[in-house]
């Protein structure tokens, strides 16, 4: 199995911060990789597909870049609404997930 | 739109079997794989595996093969996630995701299966 290192694993920031996560691949991956934000209690919203692009309706503070093995999640300006947990998943084999980011406002 | 509605909350003991269903709405079921995804209390994502809902054929993630079972009914476009001999570390949040590319745009609300005697 391809494993996804996520971090960091527990992050707080301010409002209007740029927050950064990465996810590394145990093997290259390509651009095989997703990202999604989970609130308490809801199902995940996928953000971005395939290492960068954006989901419909998902705001442009939302980014994501990379390959290989080594991939970057941004949201430009921190809202107080984007309080939640961001994962990684890899599909480029049997998908698996990263552990996860819990972001906070400090 | 694309609804993938899950069934209710299940309280289950040791030893028993639960079947969880998630009925697709707004697009043609079998044009789109589904997957499962497990999230433990507190804990993160955890891909169960996926079914072909055109051929029926499902594959499994390590870590859950033998108790688990996923299966279809395309006449009413639902998936079914089934889990026998139940264990407390089953408890969890069970999700269904469609599949569209690698990528899950569409998630069910979830079904929490609580095992408990």
């Known amino acids: 199995d391809i494993q996804m290192t996520q971090s960091p694993s527990s992050l707080s920031a301010s409002v209007g911060d740029r927050v950064t996560i990465t996810c590394q691949a145990s093997?290259?991956?390509?651009?095989?990789l997703n990202w999604y934000q989970q609130k308490p209690g809801k199902a995940p919203k996928l953000l971005i597909y395939?290492?960068?692009n954006l989901e419909t309706g998902v705001p442009s503070r939302f980014s994501g870049s990379g390959s290989g093995t080594d991939f970057t999640f941004t949201i430009s300006s921190l809202q107080p609404e984007d309080i939640a947990t961001y994962y990684c998943?890899?599909?480029?084999?049997?998908?698996?997930f990263g552990q996860g980011t819990r972001l906070e406002i400090k | 739109q694309v609804q993938l509605v899950q069934s209710g909350s299940e309280l289950k003991k040791p030893g028993a079997s639960v079947k969880v269903s998630c009925k697709a709405s707004?697009?043609?079921?079998?044009?789109?794989?589904m997957n499962w995804v497990r999230q433990a209390p507190g804990q993160g994502l955890e891909w169960m595996g996926w079914?072909?809902?055109?051929?029926?054929?499902?594959t499994y993630a390590q870590g859950f093969t033998g108790r688990f079972v996923f299966s279809l009914d395309t006449s009413v476009s639902t998936a079914y996630l089934q889990i026998s001999s139940l264990k407390a570390e089953d408890t969890a949040v069970y999700y269904c995701?469609?599949?569209?590319?690698?990528?899950?745009?569409?998630w069910g609300q979830g079904t929490l299966v609580t095992v408990s005697s």
């Open positions: 995701a469609r599949d569209h590319g690698g990528s899950y745009p569409s």
């Open positions: 707004g697009y043609t079921f079998t044009s789109y794989a």
């Open positions: 079914i072909n809902t055109n051929t029926g054929n499902p």
């Open positions: 093997q290259d991956i390509s651009n095989y």
């Open positions: 395939d290492a960068s």
């Open positions: 998943q890899q599909y480029d084999n049997l998908p698996t």
